[in-house]
């Protein structure tokens, strides 16, 4: 039995999503939540990806293992578009995160 290897270009969507994720937590905005609700997602589709990875190596016969490639297949998709939601969440939250210090600023010039 042949193991379905991460691809490298995924390893490396998770690695930019980790860059990602302590940039956002340098700047204060990882605390918004859909991005920590992003990064559960990430997780948790990163180890479905694991798992579905080890199936197809204890799989027996044909049909498991084409039904443990398919998971593995599925995993991958999942990681992949749960990587591209938390860049999405980070992007949207670093917005928010400039307006509300733009207003901030604002505010703090019409009191002084």
């Not at 980070?90 to 207003?103: F, K, S, T």
Request: with cysteine; hydrophobic share 45%; net charge positive.
């Amino acid at each position: 039995m042949t193991k379905i290897a991460i691809s490298p270009d995924l390893a490396g969507m998770f690695s930019a999503c980790e860059d990602a994720y302590e940039q956002a937590t340098r700047e204060g905005y990882a605390e918004n939540p859909a991005v920590i609700a992003a990064v559960t997602a990430l997780k948790s589709a990163w180890r479905a990806l694991h798992v579905a990875n080890y199936n197809p190596v204890t799989a027996r016969g044909f049909f498991r293992v084409e039904f443990a490639a398919i998971r593995a297949d599925r995993a991958s998709r999942a990681a992949r578009e749960a990587c591209i939601n938390l860049h999405a969440a980070i992007g949207q939250a670093a917005l928010e995160h400039r307006l509300y210090n733009r207003c901030l600023t604002l505010t703090s010039r019409h009191v002084a």
